[in-house]
């Protein structure tokens, strides 16, 4: 399986020999691939089987299901057997739902997705919450943890807060962030450093665009790239 980096990469490519690629010339620092839908809607669950048996990885597979709990516990009984380490669901599903997933794959953790970090204070208010997004992530976490969810997403700003609501076992992964030297944070909104968010208790960061935007100046550079960010993390 991968080292204890923890750095997850999202391998965001609809071309397989490019992801086979990217894992082939990152995997001495980065702990988790995330296998996306434009992954899986492309090349479905062989894709999935695919790198976990040319690569022997660990796989955050991020579907974010949300449904009714009958749906998404077929669902997930369907990918179940690719034995993801994680498998996202959306948080604002709610209790059975999230319940019924954990029950459908119990080898792996159920990750809960509070506030997508694209998501503005401005947007979080226009689709209906009542409270901020720091608050609505607290609570979004409360609720799935309680539910049997053993992992939860939300972005770096609320880690702590997030702490503070469910305790120290869950894993928190936040997407969101972005290396000191990046430019812009692409359809991000929330973001800071993987450093600033480790420290303030996420146990893994997502990183994408800053990693794979490198591939086109070969492998050397996003090999180099990652290892930078890795040292920079810990």
Known sequence: ?????????????????????????????????????????????????EIVAQHNVDIFLDLKLHDIPHTVAGATRAVSHLKPRFLTVH???????????????????????????????????NIGFANSALQSAAQL????????????????????????????KPLIITPGVRPQDSQGGDDQVRVMTPAQALSRGANYVVIGRPITSLWSQGPLAMKEKAAQILAESI
Not at 4 to 33: C, M
Not at 93 to 106: L, N, R
Request: hydrophobic share 40%.
């Open 91 to 125: 948080a604002s599903g709610g209790s059975a739902m999230i319940t019924q997933a954990v029950e459908s794959a119990p080898e792996t953790d159920i990750t809960a997705v509070t506030i997508l970090t694209s998501l503005s204070e401005e947007d979080v208010r």
């Open 141 to 168: 976490a409360s609720l799935a943890v309680h539910a049997g969810a053993r992992a939860i997403v939300c972005s770096p700003f609320e880690i702590e807060a997030i702490r503070k609501s469910v305790g120290d």
């Open 1 to 49: 399986m991968s080292n204890r980096s923890p750095l997850i990469l999202a391998l965001d490519t609809s071309d397989l020999k490019t992801a086979h690629a990217w894992i082939e010339n990152t995997q001495d620092s980065i702990g988790v691939y995330k296998l996306g839908l434009e992954f899986f809607c492309t090349f479905g669950s062989k894709g999935v089987e």
